[in-house]
């Protein structure tokens, strides 16, 4: 049970970094644009964006690697992967909170991470 943790950590962590930044650089550049006084209300919104995510994609991917036990790929690959999955994120998540709001955003956090994590578990077969 070790290992499906461990490797659902890694994918969670990986996309939770890399939004991280993303977030900060492109709050960043929109910084002068926010209204005074109201800079509390917009950090506290993207830390709890940001602590969704990470546990959406945890759940997700441990799900996924939970039930593919004996096809887990190594942590590499599944840092590859998250890599993958948050750039896919970068544009999924802005048009299923686009399209469904708050829970349409969590949901494509699972059910991607799901997904992403599973495509990882497929291994070809050789015929040999």
Do not use: C, K
């Not at 830390?47 to 190594?74: D, E, K, M």
């Amino acid at each position: 049970m070790r290992t499906p943790i461990h490797r659902a950590f890694v994918f969670s962590a990986t996309v939770f970094l890399l939004l991280l930044v993303a977030d900060a650089a492109a709050w960043g550049g929109y910084q002068g644009l926010t209204p005074e006084g109201q800079e509390g209300s917009l950090i506290l919104i993207h830390a709890t964006v940001l602590g969704a995510a990470l546990v959406s994609t945890f759940l997700g991917s441990f799900v996924a690697f939970s039930l593919r036990r004996n096809q887990i790929p190594s942590a590499q690959s599944t840092a590859y992967l998250a890599l993958a999955f948050a750039v896919v994120s970068f544009y999924a998540v802005v048009a299923s909170f686009t399209a469904a709001g708050v829970v349409g955003m969590l949901a494509w956090l699972v059910i991607g991470a799901a997904l992403f994590a599973a495509l990882g578990t497929l291994r070809l077969q050789h015929n040999g």
